[in-house]
């Protein structure tokens, strides 16, 4: 889904941007800097492209770490479920593939709203990503370690 929705807010915002996109507004909303709409969209893509790549050779990467190669406790219970915790990491990079998505879908988003000319800029169309985007990536970041202090499920 995170993947769907960059592409939609992706080729969304390049149809809606200008020629030069402003991207960055002095105090009384006034362009101080521009960039061209295809660097946008291709600094864009080639963001989604590295970070998806490398994750995911990651996520392929991980379960064949042998055990001992963990850094893991010896007495942690997650060595003896070693097909959970691959499961669970596999999971969680997945996670932050679609957290990192998510939040450059969301840039891109509000980076269409502040250079619409049909409307004045106001501190609702950007002020929430900010605070939206550190809670996505500190919660997908913090549930990892978290779920590795839990206990694996006994019964799989």
């Known amino acids: 889904m995170s993947i769907l929705g960059l592409l939609f807010s992706l080729f969304n915002s390049y149809i809606s941007y200008p020629g030069d996109v402003v991207v960055r507004f ?85 980076l269409s709203l502040l250079n619409r000319s049909d409307r004045s800029i106001q501190a609702v169309d950007y002020a929430w990503l900010a605070p939206l985007s550190t809670v996505i990536i500190i919660s997908v970041l913090a549930a990892l370690p978290i779920r590795l202090f839990m206990k694996p499920d006994s019964d799989a």
Not at 53 to 63: G, H
Not at 86 to 96: D, R
Not at 105 to 110: E, F, R
């Open 26 to 110: 002095d105090a009384l909303n006034r362009p101080l800097q521009t960039l061209d709409r295809e660097i946008i969209f291709y600094i864009s893509v080639a963001i989604f492209l590295i970070s998806n790549t490398l994750i995911n050779a990651l996520k392929r990467l991980f379960p064949k770490v042998p055990t001992a190669k963990l850094p893991l406790s010896p007495q942690n219970p997650w060595l003896a479920h070693r097909d959970q915790l691959n499961e669970l990491v596999v999971n969680w990079f997945y996670a932050l593939m679609a957290a990192i998505n998510t939040v450059l879908g969301l840039g891109l988003i509000v």
